[in-house]
């Protein structure tokens, strides 16, 4: 039976949740900080907000 190694992880700075490597990320992973499109839709609505609510 064919495991996966161990693959890196990180937590998503939207939901908090672990996520781990993934092929299609092999080179940007550092650059990676949400773990699907619709935490990072949620993240930058948020910080859009936040950017209205100043002005």
């Known amino acids: ?3 996966k190694p161990h ?7 939207t939901c908090q ?3 781990t490597w993934r092929k299609k ?6 650059d990676v900080r ?3 499109q619709r ?3 949620n993240a ?9 609510d100043q002005h």
């Open 1 to 3: 039976m064919h495991r």
């Open 7 to 13: 693959l890196p992880s990180k937590l998503c700075q």
């Open 17 to 19: 949740r672990p996520f």
């Open 25 to 30: 990320w092999q080179e940007c992973w550092e």
């Open 34 to 36: 949400h773990c699907s």
């Open 39 to 41: 935490c990072r839709r």
């Open 44 to 52: 930058r609505q948020a910080a859009r907000e936040t950017h209205h």
